[in-house]
Structures are given as structure tokens and as C-alpha cells.
């Protein structure tokens, strides 16, 4: 059975850093797209970023372009966010996806089948 989970989250202040990581279990991750997205209380869930099944290719959510990276390690199943700079407004609930739709590089959620239970980002003055 696919499963995701999602660690790493936690409540930082502005300005600081934290990495996510999301385990992928009980199929062949590197031939999967995958992606991290957010949802706040109150907004639609928005993807942040998402990367190629190889890592190469990576697209990310105009607020975030130059403080978050998105990378994955298909030895160990594993993917991650590298989040810097941190902001009030990236406190949200944080997802990791997976899919293997051709349009994935659109960060739409919908775009997305495969979802863990999130991480908590929270982000302080």
C-alpha cells in the first residue's frame, strides 16, 4: 500500500529555518513525481514545490522561489524541503504528494493522488 509520511515540522521564528522530510514506502518512488504542498486555515491547499521523478526539474510557488528548495534522495525514498528565510505567511499545514499525471509541473493539487497526513509549519514573530 502507498503511504507518505511527513516529519520535520515544528514553530520557528521569522527568519529561521527548518527542513521537511517525507518517507515514501510501498512503491517504486523514483518513478514518481512528487510534490510538497500547504494548506492554511481558511485557504485551498496551494502547491509549493514540486520535482522530476530523477530531481532535475523542480518548479516552485512564486512567494517562495529563492528561500525553499526541493530535493529528493530515490536511494533512501525519501523527499525534502529546505525551507529559509521563513515568513509569518508560510505558517500552514504542510503535505507531500505523489503522482505520475503528466501535467505534475503545474502545481496543482488536483494534479496529485497520493497524499500524507501533513506537518504542522508554524511561524512567529
Known amino acids: 500500500q502507498v503511504q507518505l509520511v511527513e516529519s520535520g515540522g515544528g514553530s520557528v521564528q521569522a527568519g529561521g529555518s527548518l527542513r521537511l522530510s517525507c518517507a515514501a514506502s510501498?512503491?517504486?518512488?523514483?518513478?514518481?513525481?512528487m510534490g510538497w504542498f500547504r494548506q492554511a486555515p481558511r485557504k485551498e491547499r496551494e502547491g509549493v514545490a514540486v520535482?522530476?521523478?530523477?530531481?532535475?526539474?523542480?518548479y516552485y510557488l512564486d512567494s517562495v522561489k529563492g528561500r525553499f528548495t526541493i530535493s529528493r534522495d530515490n536511494a533512501k525514498n525519501i523527499l525534502y524541503l529546505q525551507m529559509n528565510s521563513l515568513k509569518v505567511e508560510d505558517t500552514a499545514m504542510y503535505y507531500c504528494?505523489?503522482?505520475?499525471?503528466?501535467?505534475?509541473?503545474?502545481?496543482?493539487?488536483?494534479?496529485?493522488?497520493?497524499w500524507g497526513l501533513g506537518t504542522q509549519v508554524t511561524v512567529s514573530l
Open positions: 504528494a505523489a503522482t505520475r499525471e503528466a501535467r505534475w509541473f503545474l502545481l496543482r493539487p488536483g494534479a496529485f493522488g497520493t
Open positions: 520535482i522530476d521523478s530523477g530531481g532535475s526539474r523542480t
Open positions: 510501498g512503491y517504486t518512488y523514483s518513478t514518481y513525481y
